[in-house]
């Protein structure tokens, strides 16, 4: 009952969401613009390659976390999995990525999917907290318009219903269970790396919006951008569409447009942006299945697990 009250919740706030993009795409959409906004990126490779190893350099660093905190692991398993469930993620309505993830490593190097699925829960949990940091910063920067606007009571509203559902949910046996292993991790001397190195993979992850910025003529900070892209990625937990998509873009623009008030840039931006990790995550998502020739099959089965 509880899974089903959190699932209700989040598809109220991801329906929200949906509804925001709808009617931004009806007041703001500009075929014209996107058609001169994709043109530029094309005919600037150096720029957009730039942008694809920045991008890339954030899947490294948090395959170097994970590494790092599983150290049985191999690298080029953990970059695998990672560049996998972004793929998966981009494909299908539901976030089923991570089971991929989990499998890919417990699969490919022996490793106990139970210990796999921990160091996968306790990275996405970093992940979170290090999105929630710059997020809350940003937000408390710009409150003075973020408080203006009617969405942000829903959202807090669903956010906090959504909190309570979830701490009645948490499995504490679990936490036990895992105790031990996480204060290893803890006390040891890999966790200062790999809380930087995700640190840092969410600063890498910002330079896309920040260049895709500049040929949009949005006049955004790097400290803004960073800003709004965890704000957006943090979002991204009310998926239901494949890769987010509409989530992504009203998530973005609303911050966005707590900066700035230029609706039709900011929907503009979060497209183009949207559709640059669109491509990257087909890319790589052609590369792991070179590589891993039977993911289809595994991803079928995880999907109908």
């Known amino acids: 009952m509880k899974n089903k009250q959190i699932n209700i919740v989040i598809r109220l706030i991801s329906f929200l969401f949906i509804a925001m993009f709808i009617w931004m795409t009806v007041q703001h959409f500009n075929a014209q613009r996107l058609f001169d906004l994709m043109h530029t990126l094309v005919s600037q490779p150096w720029h957009a390659s730039y942008m694809f190893i920045m991008y890339g350099l954030a899947f490294v660093l948090r395959a170097m976390a994970w590494k790092w905190y599983l150290p049985q692991a ?61 997020a809350f910063f940003g937000a408390v920067v710009y409150m003075h318009t973020v408080i203006r606007s009617a969405v942000i009571f829903p959202l807090v ?101 707590r900066i700035h008030p230029y609706w039709e840039q900011a929907y503009a931006l979060a497209l183009v942006t949207h559709l640059f990790k669109f491509l990257f995550s087909y890319v790589v998502g052609l590369y792991v299945w070179f590589r891993i020739p039977t993911l289809w099959t595994f991803v079928r089965k995880e999907d109908a697990a």
């Open 74 to 134: 191999r690298f080029q398993t953990c970059i695998d999995g990672l560049f996998a469930s972004l793929f998966i993620n981009h494909i299908f309505p539901i976030k089923i990525g991570d089971a991929a993830r989990i499998g890919i490593c417990a699969r490919r190097d022996r490793l106990s999917f139970a210990i796999v699925a921990e160091s996968v829960i306790v990275l996405r949990l970093l992940d979170l907290l290090v999105l929630f940091f710059f």
């Open 157 to 257: 509203f669903g956010g906090i219903v959504m909190l309570f559902f979830v701490l009645q949910r948490i499995d504490l046996s679990w936490l036990q269970k895992h105790k031990q292993h996480w204060n290893m991790i803890w006390k040891s001397r890999r966790f200062v790396p790999i809380v930087v190195a995700i640190v840092f993979s969410w600063i890498c992850e910002a330079v896309v919006l920040f260049e895709m910025a500049k040929m949009v003529a949005f006049p955004l900070s790097f400290a803004q951008s960073l800003w709004v892209n965890s704000m957006t990625v943090g979002g991204q937990i009310f998926q239901m569409t494949p890769g987010g998509l509409a989530t992504y873009e009203a998530v973005m623009a609303f911050a966005l447009t």
